[in-house]
C-alpha cells in the first residue's frame, strides 16, 4: 500500500487527481482491468496542447512513480503476465486496483515519449529501476556538474568535429598578407573617422595622425549618443578602453607595433567574460553577475592591442534580440528590430559605434541580425574560435565569429583570433590558406534558387565560374535535429535555473521556457538519434558539395539550421537596399537591406572571405551609412515605435 502521509506522493497524487480525474472511486468490486482502461482513458490526446494536460501527465508522472516502486515489490514475483492483477484474488481486488491504476498512469506519461508499448508489468520493473538505480546516478551528477548555470565549466568529452577529411588545397598561412594602405588621411569629420576600415584606422594610428585614445573616445561618445535609440549597449568599459587605449600608443612610441588590430576600438557581446565587469548574459537573472575570469577571445584581442570599448547587448542567454534593458533596433529602420542574440554587435558596427565586434552563433544569432543591419558578418567554421569564458547553449553548435565593415576587416579579425583554445576541447587550429591570395579565377561557385543575383554576376565578371547549383539530402528533419541538439545542450548547461523557478522572470516566456520546459522530456536514446541523423546529413552535404562555394539565402530557417548542424562557414554580404514598407509619402531616409550569404565546406572559410573581398572590391554597399536616429523633417515614428513583438514559431 502506497503511504499517502509521504508529502511528496499525498501532494503530487492529489495535485494529479485533481486535475486528471479520480477514477478511484469507482466501486471496489469493478474489475480491475476496467479500472486500468478508465485510467488510461484520463491521458488526453497528444494533439491538446493545452496547461492542464501538461501538468496532468507530469504529475501523473510523479505520483505514479512513487507509488509504482511500493506497488512493484509486491507483484516481481508473479508470473509474467501483462497485467500484475490477473492473479490477484477478491479480496485483495480494491488494493489490485490502485496498483493497477499507477502503472497506468505511468503509461499515460510514457505517451509523450513514444514509449507506450510496455505493458503494466514492465512499467512497474521500470519504476522500480528508475527510483533505485536510475535517479540517485542522476542526482550525484547533478550535484557534480549542474550546480552552475551557463555551462562554463565541465565541458562534455562528447566533441563535434566538421572535419570532412579532405585535403586543403592551398598551402596554409599562419599570418595573412594583409594589404597595405598608403596615402591616407584623416578625415576632419569625426563621422567619416566612425566608418572608415579597420585596415584604414590602422593606418592613421600607424602614421600617428590620430591615437589611440582619441579613437577610443570618439567612439565611446558615439556609443553613448545612440544608445538610447538603439538599445545596443549594456556596459561602457571606458576606464579599461583608456588604459589600453594608452598601453597602445606608448607601445608605439617604443617602436613597437602589434598589427592591424593595434589600438582599434571594438565591442563583445555580453556572454563574453571581462574580468572585473558584469557578464549579464542579457538576463534579468544574471544582470549583476561578474565572472572574475578573461575569455580566451578577449586575450587575443587583447594581445592584439585591441582596445575594448564595451560589452554589448546579447539577447537573454543568447536567444533574439530581447534582454533585460529592451529590445535591440535596426539602425537602418529603428521602428524594426535587429533580431538574432547578437544584437548589439550588429547594431552597434552597423551604426559606426565600434569598428568592429564579436558575436556568436548557435542557429541564426550571427546571419539574422547581420542580415538585418546590413553589416558583413563572418560565421566561421565551427571549432575556429576558442569559447572558453563565453555562455553556453550547445558545445557542437556554439561558434564566436566578427561583424566589420568588410570581409577584408573580418579576414583580419578571425586571423587574430583564430587557433587552438587549450580549454576548449572543440578548438582546432584549422591551417586556413591566406584569404588575400586566394586565385579566385581558378574557383567554381554555384548560387542557388535564392541568390541574390547582383552578386552572381558581378562574381563571374570577375573571372569566376559560376554555376547553378542546389544542395541535395534525403534528411527531412533538419530543423528538427537543430531544436533537439540545441534545446537539450541548453537545459544541460541551465538545469539549475530551470529547477529554481528563474525561468518564470525570463524576458520573453514563449522562447526559452517553453522551449526548455518541452525539452525535459526528450530522452538521452532520441537525443543519440538525432545525432546520428545529423551526421548522416553531414554526409550527404558533403557528397552533394561539388562546388568550391556557393551563394544563397543567409536568413531561410532550413539553411540556417543546416549549416550550422554541418558547420558549415558563411559570411553575410550586404548586396544593396530597398525601400521600406509604407514610408511616408515624402519619403524616408530609412532602408531595407538586402544581403547573401557566401558558403564554404569547413575549414574553408578563406574561400567565402576571398569570394566576399572581391565582390566588395567593386561594389560599395558595404560603406553605406544608416540614419539610425537622424529619419529627416518629414518621417516621424511613434516613440516608443509600435512595431508588433512577432510570436516565436515554432520550425519542425
Same mark, same amino acid.
Given at each position: 500500500?502506497?503511504?499517502?502521509?509521504?508529502?511528496?506522493?499525498?501532494?503530487?497524487?492529489?495535485?494529479?487527481?485533481?486535475?486528471?480525474?479520480?477514477?478511484?472511486?469507482?466501486?471496489?468490486?469493478?474489475?480491475?482491468?476496467?479500472?486500468?482502461?478508465?485510467?488510461?482513458?484520463?491521458?488526453?490526446?497528444?494533439?491538446?496542447?493545452?496547461?492542464?494536460?501538461?501538468?496532468?501527465?507530469?504529475?501523473? @508522472?510523479?505520483?505514479?512513480?512513487?507509488?509504482?516502486?511500493?506497488?512493484?515489490?509486491?507483484?516481481?514475483?508473479?508470473?509474467?503476465?501483462?497485467?500484475?492483477?490477473?492473479?490477484?484474488?477478491?479480496?485483495?481486488?480494491?488494493?489490485?486496483?490502485?496498483?493497477?491504476?499507477?502503472?497506468?498512469?505511468?503509461?499515460?506519461?510514457?505517451?509523450?515519449?513514444?514509449?507506450?508499448?510496455?505493458?503494466?508489468?514492465?512499467?512497474?520493473?521500470?519504476?522500480?529501476?528508475?527510483?533505485?538505480?536510475?535517479?540517485?546516478?542522476?542526482?550525484?551528477?547533478?550535484?557534480?556538474?549542474?550546480?552552475?548555470?551557463?555551462?562554463?565549466?565541465?565541458?562534455?568529452?562528447?566533441?563535434?568535429?566538421?572535419?570532412?577529411?579532405?585535403?586543403?588545397?592551398?598551402?596554409?598561412?599562419?599570418?595573412?598578407?594583409?594589404?597595405?594602405?598608403?596615402?591616407?588621411?584623416?578625415?576632419?569629420?569625426?563621422?567619416?573617422?566612425?566608418?572608415?576600415?579597420?585596415?584604414? @584606422?590602422?593606418?592613421?594610428?600607424?602614421?600617428?595622425?590620430?591615437?589611440?585614445?582619441?579613437?577610443?573616445?570618439?567612439?565611446?561618445?558615439?556609443?553613448?549618443?545612440?544608445?538610447?535609440?538603439?538599445?545596443?549597449?549594456?556596459?561602457?568599459?571606458?576606464?579599461?578602453?583608456?588604459?589600453?587605449?594608452?598601453?597602445?600608443?606608448?607601445?608605439?612610441?617604443?617602436?613597437?607595433?602589434?598589427?592591424?588590430?593595434?589600438? =582599434?576600438?571594438?565591442?563583445?557581446?555580453?556572454?563574453?567574460?571581462?574580468?572585473?565587469?558584469?557578464?549579464?548574459?542579457?538576463?534579468?537573472?544574471?544582470?549583476?553577475?561578474?565572472?572574475?575570469?578573461?575569455?580566451?577571445?578577449?586575450?587575443?584581442?587583447?594581445?592584439?592591442?585591441?582596445?575594448?570599448?564595451?560589452?554589448?547587448?546579447?539577447?537573454?542567454?543568447?536567444?533574439?534580440?530581447?534582454?533585460?534593458?529592451?529590445?535591440?533596433?535596426?539602425?537602418?529602420?529603428?521602428?524594426?528590430?535587429?533580431?538574432?542574440?547578437?544584437?548589439?554587435?550588429?547594431?552597434?558596427?552597423?551604426?559606426?559605434?565600434?569598428?568592429?565586434? =564579436?558575436?556568436?552563433?548557435?542557429?541564426?544569432?550571427?546571419?539574422?541580425?547581420?542580415?538585418?543591419?546590413?553589416?558583413?558578418?563572418?560565421?566561421?567554421?565551427?571549432?575556429?574560435?576558442?569559447?572558453?569564458?563565453?555562455?553556453?547553449?550547445?558545445?557542437?553548435?556554439?561558434?564566436?565569429?566578427?561583424?566589420?565593415?568588410?570581409?577584408?576587416?573580418?579576414?583580419?579579425?578571425?586571423?587574430?583570433?583564430?587557433?587552438?583554445?587549450?580549454?576548449?576541447?572543440?578548438?582546432?587550429?584549422?591551417?586556413?590558406?591566406?584569404?588575400?591570395?586566394?586565385?579566385?579565377?581558378?574557383?567554381?561557385?554555384?548560387?542557388?534558387?535564392?541568390?541574390?543575383?547582383?552578386?552572381?554576376?558581378?562574381?563571374?565578371?570577375?573571372?569566376?565560374?559560376?554555376?547553378?547549383?542546389?544542395?541535395?539530402?534525403?534528411?527531412?528533419?533538419?530543423?528538427?535535429?537543430?531544436?533537439?541538439?540545441?534545446?537539450?545542450?541548453?537545459?544541460?548547461?541551465?538545469?539549475?535555473?530551470?529547477?529554481?523557478?528563474?525561468?518564470?522572470?525570463?524576458?520573453?516566456?514563449?522562447?526559452?521556457?517553453?522551449?526548455?520546459?518541452?525539452?525535459?522530456? =526528450?530522452?538521452?536514446?532520441?537525443?543519440?538519434?538525432?545525432?546520428?541523423?545529423?551526421?548522416?546529413?553531414?554526409?550527404?552535404?558533403?557528397?552533394?558539395?561539388?562546388?568550391?562555394?556557393?551563394?544563397?539565402?543567409?536568413?531561410?530557417?532550413?539553411?540556417?539550421?543546416?549549416?550550422?548542424?554541418?558547420?558549415?562557414?558563411?559570411?553575410?554580404?550586404?548586396?544593396?537596399?530597398?525601400? =521600406?514598407?509604407?514610408?511616408?509619402?515624402?519619403?524616408?531616409?530609412?532602408?531595407?537591406?538586402?544581403?547573401?550569404?557566401?558558403?564554404?565546406?569547413?575549414?574553408?572559410?578563406?574561400?567565402?572571405?576571398?569570394?566576399?573581398?572581391?565582390?566588395?572590391?567593386?561594389?560599395?554597399?558595404?560603406?553605406?551609412?544608416?540614419?539610425?536616429?537622424?529619419?529627416?523633417?518629414?518621417?516621424?515614428?511613434?516613440?516608443?515605435?509600435?512595431?508588433?513583438?512577432?510570436?516565436?514559431?515554432?520550425?519542425?
Amino acid at each position: 500500500m502506497v503511504d499517502v502521509r509521504n508529502p511528496f506522493y499525498s501532494t503530487a497524487y492529489r495535485i494529479q487527481l485533481r486535475l486528471c480525474g479520480n477514477k478511484q472511486g469507482a466501486s471496489s468490486s469493478r474489475k480491475n482491468k476496467n479500472v486500468a482502461n478508465m485510467s488510461r482513458d484520463t491521458c488526453p490526446a497528444l494533439h491538446f496542447a493545452g496547461t492542464r494536460f501538461f501538468v496532468c501527465v507530469i504529475f501523473s @508522472l510523479l505520483a505514479a512513480t512513487v507509488g509504482s516502486y511500493a506497488a512493484f515489490s509486491q507483484f516481481h514475483s508473479l508470473s509474467d503476465t501483462s497485467s500484475p492483477c490477473n492473479k490477484m484474488d477478491s479480496k485483495n481486488s480494491s488494493e489490485c486496483s490502485e496498483k493497477a491504476m499507477h502503472a497506468s498512469q505511468l503509461e499515460c506519461a510514457f505517451e509523450l515519449l513514444d514509449s507506450n508499448f510496455f505493458n503494466e508489468r514492465k512499467v512497474l520493473e521500470i519504476a522500480k529501476g528508475a527510483t533505485e538505480f536510475n535517479l540517485p546516478i542522476i542526482r550525484a551528477n547533478r550535484k557534480l556538474v549542474a550546480s552552475e548555470n551557463g555551462g562554463l565549466h565541465n565541458p562534455s568529452v562528447l566533441t563535434f568535429n566538421p572535419d570532412w577529411g579532405t585535403k586543403q588545397e592551398q598551402e596554409a598561412s599562419k599570418i595573412f598578407n594583409y594589404p597595405s594602405i598608403s596615402s591616407i588621411q584623416k578625415p576632419e569629420n569625426e563621422e567619416d573617422i566612425a566608418f572608415m576600415s579597420i585596415l584604414e @584606422l590602422g593606418a592613421l594610428i600607424r602614421t600617428k595622425q590620430v591615437t589611440s585614445e582619441e579613437l577610443a573616445r570618439i567612439f565611446l561618445k558615439r556609443l553613448k549618443r545612440y544608445n538610447p535609440a538603439l538599445e545596443a549597449v549594456v556596459t561602457y568599459t571606458d576606464e579599461l578602453a583608456y588604459q589600453q587605449a594608452k598601453e597602445a600608443d606608448e607601445l608605439l612610441a617604443q617602436g613597437k607595433y602589434l598589427g592591424p588590430l593595434h589600438g =582599434i576600438p571594438y565591442g563583445l557581446k555580453d556572454i563574453i567574460a571581462v574580468p572585473q565587469y558584469k557578464t549579464t548574459w542579457g538576463s534579468t537573472t544574471f544582470k549583476n553577475q561578474v565572472l572574475n575570469t578573461e575569455a580566451w577571445v578577449y586575450k587575443r584581442l587583447k594581445s592584439a592591442g585591441a582596445v575594448l570599448v564595451a560589452k554589448l547587448v546579447s539577447g537573454s542567454l543568447a536567444y533574439d534580440d530581447i534582454w533585460f534593458g529592451g529590445r535591440t533596433r535596426n539602425p537602418w529602420n529603428i521602428e524594426e528590430f535587429s533580431t538574432g542574440s547578437s544584437a548589439g554587435p550588429a547594431a552597434c558596427t552597423s551604426a559606426g559605434m565600434v569598428p568592429f565586434a =564579436i558575436g556568436s552563433e548557435t542557429a541564426g544569432s550571427m546571419t539574422y541580425p547581420g542580415a538585418r543591419c546590413g553589416v558583413t558578418a563572418l560565421r566561421p567554421t565551427f571549432g575556429t574560435v576558442g569559447r572558453t569564458g563565453v555562455m553556453s547553449i550547445s558545445e557542437s553548435l556554439d561558434k564566436l565569429g566578427p561583424f566589420c565593415r568588410s570581409a577584408a576587416d573580418c579576414t583580419i579579425v578571425l586571423d587574430a583570433i583564430r587557433g587552438k583554445d587549450p580549454d576548449d576541447l572543440s578548438s582546432r587550429d584549422f591551417p586556413f590558406a591566406d584569404p588575400f591570395s586566394v586565385d579566385i579565377t581558378k574557383l567554381t561557385v554555384g548560387y542557388l534558387e535564392d541568390a541574390e543575383m547582383e552578386v552572381v554576376q558581378v562574381l563571374a565578371e570577375k573571372g569566376i565560374k559560376m554555376v547553378p547549383f542546389k544542395l541535395n539530402y534525403t534528411v527531412d528533419s533538419v530543423q528538427g535535429i537543430l531544436n533537439f541538439t540545441m534545446d537539450v545542450d541548453m537545459l544541460a548547461h541551465f538545469d539549475e535555473w530551470q529547477r529554481s523557478g528563474k525561468d518564470d522572470v525570463y524576458e520573453a516566456q514563449d522562447q526559452w521556457p517553453v522551449e526548455l520546459r518541452r525539452s525535459r522530456i =526528450i530522452t538521452a536514446v532520441d537525443y543519440i538519434q538525432a545525432q546520428r541523423a545529423r551526421g548522416k546529413l553531414i554526409r550527404e552535404v558533403k557528397e552533394s558539395f561539388t562546388v568550391d562555394a556557393f551563394i544563397g539565402n543567409v536568413t531561410d530557417w532550413e539553411k540556417v539550421c543546416l549549416g550550422n548542424l554541418v558547420g558549415l562557414p558563411v559570411i553575410v554580404v550586404p548586396a544593396g537596399f530597398k525601400n =521600406i514598407s509604407n514610408p511616408p509619402p515624402s519619403g524616408s531616409r530609412r532602408r531595407t537591406t538586402i544581403t547573401t550569404g557566401i558558403y564554404a565546406p569547413p575549414k574553408h572559410d578563406h574561400i567565402a572571405l576571398a569570394l566576399a573581398i572581391a565582390y566588395q572590391s567593386v561594389t560599395d554597399h558595404h560603406k553605406q551609412c544608416p540614419p539610425i536616429n537622424n529619419l529627416g523633417p518629414n518621417d516621424i515614428i511613434p516613440d516608443p515605435p509600435t512595431v508588433t513583438i512577432p510570436p516565436r514559431i515554432l520550425h519542425l
